[in-house]
């Protein structure tokens, strides 16, 4: 059964703090690897896919990476604008087109 | 540049009404799904539709149904709201297999 595991569950990071969130899959063959950031009464907004084992993707402060069984997504000196929940999905490459998503990480920057 | 447009925001329903959640979206898509968002739970698909003219069903179908109106609209009914029907629902849109899905953002429905 196809499975994802987001830890932590919250996370509170001074300004300035780097830290790293983990997604953790199984999946019957990934086809991708999606993160997502939310904010309160938002719908997830994308901000990366992520195809096969060894591949990274960066966007300002966020760099996100993929192994075989997990992916990190990587803050670097965060800044409180960066605060939201993320969320990790994946893409089985059997069946339908659709996501299995994680229950996602709280992430507060605190000033 | 509206990407993908959910109607209402926000619904308050009475036990055994139906409804009839509506999604739009402008960027050409050929997929569109309905997701529910509980909390301590990820989002799980309800129904998608791969192409225009076609429907599937996700994980939770149950008490749902939906209709690919053309290539832009998606909209979800439910028939006969029941409280587990609480949610908030989020409707998306992608070009197809492997392209990251973007969302709206969302209809807060509440079943009292």
């Known amino acids: 059964e196809d499975q994802v595991t987001q830890s932590p569950e919250a996370l509170r990071l001074q300004e300035g703090e780097s830290s790293s969130l983990n997604c953790s899959y199984t999946?019957?063959?990934?086809?991708?690897l999606f993160w997502y950031r939310q904010d309160p009464g938002k719908g997830p907004e994308f901000l990366f896919t992520?195809?096969?084992a060894g591949e990274e993707k960066e966007k300002e402060r966020l760099k996100a990476t993929l192994t075989k069984k997990e992916s990190f997504l990587h803050i670097t000196a965060p800044k409180p604008e960066d605060s939201a929940t993320y969320l990790c999905?994946?893409?089985?490459?059997?069946?339908?087109?659709?996501?299995?998503f994680g229950t996602g990480t709280r992430l507060t920057v605190i000033p | 540049n509206a990407g993908v447009t959910q109607t209402p925001k926000f619904q308050v329903l009475k036990t055994g009404q139906s409804m009839t959640l509506q999604c739009a979206q402008d960027?050409?898509?050929?997929?569109m799904y309905w997701y529910r968002q509980d909390p301590g739970m990820g989002l799980r698909l309800i129904y998608y539709?791969?192409?225009?003219?076609?429907?599937d069903k996700g994980e939770v179908p149950n008490g749902y149904n939906v209709s690919r109106l053309n290539k832009r609209e998606f909209s979800l009914r439910l028939e006969s709201a029941a409280p587990s029907q609480t949610s908030v629902y989020f409707c998306?849109?992608?070009?197809?297999?492997?392209?990251?899905?973007?969302f709206g953002d969302g209809t807060r429905l509440s079943i009292l």
């Open positions: 999905a994946v893409q089985a490459s059997t069946g339908a087109n659709n996501l299995f």
């Open positions: 992520l195809y096969s």
């Open positions: 998306a849109s992608n070009l197809g297999s492997n392209q990251p899905q973007h």
């Open positions: 999946v019957s063959g990934l086809r991708g």
């Open positions: 960027m050409n898509h050929n997929s």
């Open positions: 539709s791969a192409s225009e003219g076609t429907t």
